[in-house]
């Protein structure tokens, strides 16, 4: 049996006597691992304890936005976006996140009280919960009751991911309609999106039915098997990797994407200085960040076309002219989707060139078509600014000012697009000559 928690860690943070027998130190050492990891299980209960209380107080606050598009005769659906807009700026989370927390919120306290009282006791984590739910959403309320007592039978001792699995197996047995007809309702919610890795690398995530997403697999491992050879130095990983990019862009064959018409649009800025090669600054991918001067060399030699962009060499800002009038010029447009480069409400990361372009002073109001009075706003936030009663006001350098429906405050601004500092290089240090390494007499802690 393992120590107590207090005792535990008492030990773990004394140090070891010196000259102690291996064997002592080894269990010395043990002990004390033990003892941490009992901490952090204590930590993990005491959080699950807090994620309880926030589900609570998530349910709370969806209870009130929907009383208060009642009081108001409001859209209720407005009134939920207002909702979540308040959540994911206040928690500064993407708003996407904040409306699941508030879903799973309403489904916990609503139709899982056994998965609620779990979370509550500190038993499971939160992804527990999250398990429960992401199978519990999906059946008729009618059944979610005994759901929630099936599924959440073996929770304390199951790992989130071997909870989720139970959970499916529950809700198949549980569900009153067949297969057949919960798969054609679940193919509609196919998609493919991306999401942003570092070092100029980029995760594609495709959403699929199961049969065509391992179809997608087994051809691309026999693909990845049939390029081996004895010269190929690629493992089968980057072999897979690299035969999924030929077969959707096509590079080669008369099935071309390009034959049929279809060709990958992307945005890549480049200083002109780098192009001639006066200048190592890399280039940029819109909606990515930073690539490699060489990748942004090649693209630019191969582009189709160019869009000329001036901009102020000492502090980046792209130089455009309003014009007077409602409808805002193309030339204005790609201004404004190059200096915001995401939607401008607060936490949206939506990408500009999918946004509308929004005058920030209603032009109804006085407002000018100009870049200052012009941000990127996605159609979600545009109708949040309309319809809710969020409010934006225009700051100086193009900030816009947000006020939530409660009185919270916001601030965004487009990036800083002036020029990065030139980084001076590290000097190496000097390797330490070679040599036994000695090791202290007691562990170092």
Request: charged fraction near 25%; aromatic fraction near 4%; hydrophobic fraction near 40%.
């Amino acid at each position: 049996m393992k120590p107590s928690f207090a005792s535990a860690s008492a030990l773990a943070a004394g140090p070891v006597v010196a000259g102690a027998s291996v064997l002592e130190t080894r269990e010395s050492l043990l002990r004390g691992i033990g003892a941490d990891a009992d901490a952090v299980a204590e930590i993990r209960a005491r959080q699950a304890v807090l994620e309880a209380e926030a589900v609570v107080l998530l349910a709370a606050a969806a209870r009130k936005a929907h009383w208060l598009a009642g009081l108001e005769g409001g859209s209720l659906e407005h009134a939920r976006r207002s909702l979540v807009a308040e959540i994911a700026t206040t928690l500064r989370l993407p708003e996407a996140t904040a409306a699941q927390r508030i879903d799973e919120a309403e489904a916990l306290e609503e139709f899982l009280p056994h998965t609620l009282d779990a979370l509550a006791r500190g038993a499971i984590s939160y992804q527990h919960a999250q398990a429960v739910v992401r199978q519990a959403r999906t059946l008729p309320e009618a059944a979610r009751g005994e759901f929630d007592v099936a599924a959440t039978a073996k929770a304390e001792t199951q790992t989130p991911s071997q909870l989720a699995t139970h959970a499916r197996a529950v809700r198949e047995r549980m569900h009153p309609e067949s297969i057949d007809v919960r798969h054609r309702e679940a193919r509609e919610e196919r998609a493919v999106w991306v999401e942003k890795e570092r070092d100029g690398m980029a995760t594609v995530v495709c959403h699929l039915p199961a049969v065509a997403a391992f179809a997608i697999d087994d051809t691309l491992d026999q693909l990845g098997r049939a390029l081996r050879s004895p010269d190929e130095t690629r493992t089968h990983a980057q072999l897979r990797a690299d035969g999924l990019v030929e077969l959707l862009l096509h590079r080669d064959g008369d099935t071309s994407a390009r034959a049929r018409g279809i060709t990958a649009n992307i945005v890549v800025t480049v200083p002109a200085l780098s192009l001639l090669g006066r200048s190592d600054e890399g280039g940029e991918l819109r909606g990515y960040g930073p690539i490699p001067l060489e990748t942004a060399r090649r693209l630019a030699a191969g582009a189709p076309s160019f869009l000329r962009i001036l901009t102020d060499p000492v502090t980046g800002q792209r130089l455009s002219v309003g014009r007077d009038r409602y409808k805002v010029p193309a030339d204005l447009r790609a201004a404004v989707v190059l200096d915001d480069e995401t939607c401008r409400f607060p936490g949206c990361a939506r990408r500009a060139d999918r946004c509308d372009v929004d005058h920030t002073t209603d032009w109804a109001h006085g407002g000018e078509t100009s870049l200052d009075n012009l941000a990127a706003l996605c159609r979600r936030h545009h109708t949040v600014k309309h319809q809710t009663g969020w409010e934006v006001k225009a700051g100086e350098a193009r900030a816009l000012h947000w006020t939530s429906p409660s009185g919270a405050r916001h601030t965004t601004r487009p990036p800083d697009h002036s020029p990065p500092a030139p980084q001076p290089r590290a000097h190496q240090r000097p390797r330490s000559p070679g040599g036994p390494i000695h090791l202290p007499d007691a562990p170092p802690f």
